[in-house]
């Protein structure tokens, strides 16, 4: 089995392409699905430490992350697919019907 | 008993709920009948109630309910029914059931009939459940009711504002004798742990007499007493009253709200005997009141406020009865009492109809012709009251003024001052009824005066008939299984008092005739020569304005400087500046809010990366440490 630290390496570099993705692109979709990696990643990185640990804790909590994610790409492609249909532009800079 | 007993309440609260809810409805003939019958079918069950009592059977304290509980605190709703509670709801159902009639005719023409009965059938219900109350919660209950019915009802018509300023004055003052009562309720809870009247003569024996605790709960309950029944120093409010409708001020304020006071002493005379100081302190505030009223009463030339002054002097000699532990003397010038002056004020109202609501004594006279039936009972109402050779006040002012002149110690002035009292009240009646009722022929009666109808005359000619006989009734016998045996009167004694009493009745007759009847010129020169003190009695010795100046205007001008100061300043700066204060600070922190997503993600991740720098530095896998 590959050392601990690997895991946690491949962990962080999905989190940052995930973070780094989120604050550069404008597509909506795209920016979903950056959030999905940097959830993924940390999911990675507690599934990984509770193996090397010998604790169910972490599994939990991925479970956890897995459970909140679902429920929060429901509210997300609904919302995207309403921005859609509402026939305004694909691009988060341009939805800000809420400033002020 | 015990079933008898809760009708007496039940009658007048039907009378009430259906006035109050249908009466709007109802022909005026049906309110009028449903507010007087249900006072006369309560006087009914009172007569049943007497004759059982008389027949031998035991006093009633008779719990039907418990109204609520807390730990060791329970107040049951139990009625008191003895010989003392029966007098006080005889009277108080029969001279009200004459009163009600007497209303039938006297507000037939007033646009809020059914409004009036309904507020008369609730003073009664209040009254009738301050009497029978067997327990100090329910008495409060009942004293703040009348206080309250007493309120609606002076101020009738509000449209008057001068009512108005009166109906809250006699509430303002009934409410400052409330929370005596109150305190005197947590005194008596605190010190016996008891509510019900029962308990509290059972118990009342374990405090040291004349103690503080004694003295204190007599002397609140002394407050409530002294603001309910108008006597120095919260009497002001009486003569104000008299802006109410006339047979108010007969039912209300003269014949059974204001002697409430009288009854709550006696009613307690197990406490009163037990606190001797705070006795002594009823019989001066009595006998003061007394004299004081009826100096004022000689002056006053509106004939509803001359009745009222007398009303507060006989009162006085009530308080100073029982103060001096006569208690049955004053519950038999109480109810004697009653009858004159409930007669005396209808009669009145009869005069002020006739006159089309002129109260001015000057305007009036030479009523003889005009208003045979007025004219003739309201003279035995002043004879009575005057104490007459044989008349109802002439027994009952006797019997206190006995008291007072046999009493042991410093209490003998008082007897004097009673004495006095007694020749200033057959002064000023006999005044007020030479000006207003008048000897004097007028050879052109022109005035068309109209004698009130039979549903006024006959209420007042039966009182009238009390006033001359209520004398020979034995209340001091009758009441002795409450304030135990009454002493014999030997005939000497009872006739050199009487002597007495009725000379300085005579003194008082003849002044009035001398300088009302004969000699008005010499009014005229008293009053000159009399200058100030005559000015001072005139203005009611300027309490009212003593008052004035030194609760009312220091009040409002407080009320004032909180309503300009405190309010908008203070109260109003501290809401608007945190309004304020919110606007300016939202309006700089709204820029942070771009709008713009990715930038708000850029945040995010610094104060993310912010919390792990930090969390590590704490737990220490940085190369720099953090909190050492």
């Known amino acids: 089995m590959p050392p601990a630290y690997l895991f946690l390496l491949l962990s962080g570099a999905l989190f940052t392409m995930g973070a780094v993705g989120f604050l550069v692109r404008r597509n909506p979709l795209v920016v979903f699905m950056c959030i999905e990696l940097m959830l993924n990643a940390v999911n990675l990185a507690f599934a990984a430490e509770s193996r090397f640990l010998n604790s169910l804790d972490g599994v939990v909590f991925a479970f956890l992350v897995i459970t909140v994610a679902a429920a929060e790409v429901v509210v997300g492609i609904a919302i995207i697919v309403q921005v859609y249909r509402a026939g305004r532009q694909m691009d988060v800079d341009g939805l800000d019907l809420m400033k002020e | 008993m015990d079933t008898i007993a809760p009708f ?50 035991q006093p009633l304290d008779q719990t039907y309910f418990t109204w609520w509980q807390s730990g060791d605190f329970s107040v049951p709703f139990n009625l008191y029914v003895d010989r003392l509670s029966t007098l006080m709801i005889l009277v108080i159902t029969g001279v009200g059931f004459l009163i009600h009639v007497y209303s039938i005719g006297y507000m037939r023409e007033d646009p809020g009939y059914s409004r009036f009965f309904a507020y008369m059938n609730l003073f009664v219900l209040s009254m009738l459940l301050l009497v029978l109350a067997g327990n100090l919660v329910w008495l409060i209950i009942g004293w703040a009711g009348v206080g309250l019915s007493s309120y ?26 409330d929370v005596g009562m109150i ?75 204001v002697t409430a006071g009288v009854y709550l002493v006696a009613r307690m005379h197990m406490l009163y005997d037990w606190a001797p100081a705070a006795a002594a302190t009823v019989a001066v505030i009595g006998g003061v009141t007394a004299i004081f009223a009826a100096t004022i009463g000689t002056s006053q030339i509106d004939i509803k406020r001359i009745l009222a002054y007398s009303t507060m002097s006989q009162i006085g000699y009530m308080f100073l009865a029982v103060g001096l532990g006569a208690y049955a003397a004053g519950m038999f010038h109480f109810m004697t009492h009653a009858f004159f002056k409930a007669l005396l004020f209808m009669a009145a109202g009869n005069v002020i109809h006739a006159f089309q609501d002129d109260q001015d004594i000057r305007h009036m006279g030479n009523l003889r012709a005009g208003l045979p039936i007025t004219f003739w009972t309201f003279l035995i109402g002043t004879l009575s009251i005057s104490g007459f050779p044989l008349l109802a006040g002439f027994f009952s ?81 009758f009441l002795s299984p409450v304030f135990g045996p009454a002493g014999e009167v030997g005939i000497g004694a009872f006739l050199s008092l009487a002597a007495l009493s009725v000379l300085a009745a005579l003194i008082g007759f003849s002044l009035a005739y001398l300088l009302h009847a004969r000699r008005p010129d010499l009014a005229v020169a008293w009053r000159t020569r009399l200058g100030p003190i005559h000015t001072l009695v005139e203005h009611k010795y300027y309490i009212d304005e003593l008052y004035d100046w030194v609760f009312v205007r220091p009040a409002l001008a407080f009320a004032r400087f909180l309503n300009g100061v405190i309010e908008t300043r203070v109260i109003d700066g501290a809401v608007n500046g945190l309004a304020n204060f919110t606007v300016v600070e939202a309006r700089e922190f709204r820029l942070i809010q771009t709008g713009r997503l990715r930038s708000y993600a850029l945040w995010t991740l610094g104060g993310a990366i912010g919390v792990v720098v930090i969390v590590a530095g704490f737990l220490g896998y940085l190369p720099w440490r953090l909190g050492g």
């Open chain 2, 183 to 257: 305190f005197a309720a947590f005194l008596i809870f605190l010190n016996l742990r008891v509510m019900d009247y029962r308990g509290l003569f059972e118990r009342v024996h374990q405090l040291p007499k004349g103690g503080a605790v004694i003295t204190a709960i007599c002397l609140l309950l002394l407050v409530g007493a002294v603001a309910k029944s108008a006597q120095l120093p919260l009497h002001t409010w009486l003569p104000d009253a008299m802006e109410g409708p006339t047979p108010v001020s007969a039912l209300i304020h003269a014949a059974t709200m």
């Open chain 2, 152 to 177: 609606l009802l002076i101020s009738f018509w509000f449209e008057r504002t001068s009512a108005v300023l009166a109906g809250r004055k006699a509430f303002v003052m009934n409410t400052i004798g």
């Open chain 2, 397 to 477: 002012k006797d019997e206190i003024i006995r008291a007072a002149l046999n009493a042991a110690g410093g209490e003998f002035w008082l007897g004097v001052l009673a004495l006095v009292t007694a020749g200033l009240t057959a002064y000023y009646m006999f005044r007020l009824f030479f000006i207003a009722f008048g000897w004097e022929w007028l050879a052109h009666d022109d005035r068309h005066l109209h004698e009130a109808p039979p549903v006024q005359t006959v209420p007042i000619i039966i009182l009238a008939t009390g006033a001359v006989v209520g004398g020979y009734i034995p209340i001091a016998s």
């Open chain 2, 8 to 57: 007496v309440l039940l009658s007048p609260l039907a009378g009430f709920l259906i006035n109050a809810i249908f009466g709007r409805q109802l022909p005026r003939r049906v309110v009028g009948w449903i507010g007087a019958g249900s006072v006369g079918i309560a006087f009914i069950f009172s007569l049943n109630l007497l004759l059982q009592l008389l027949t031998g059977a």
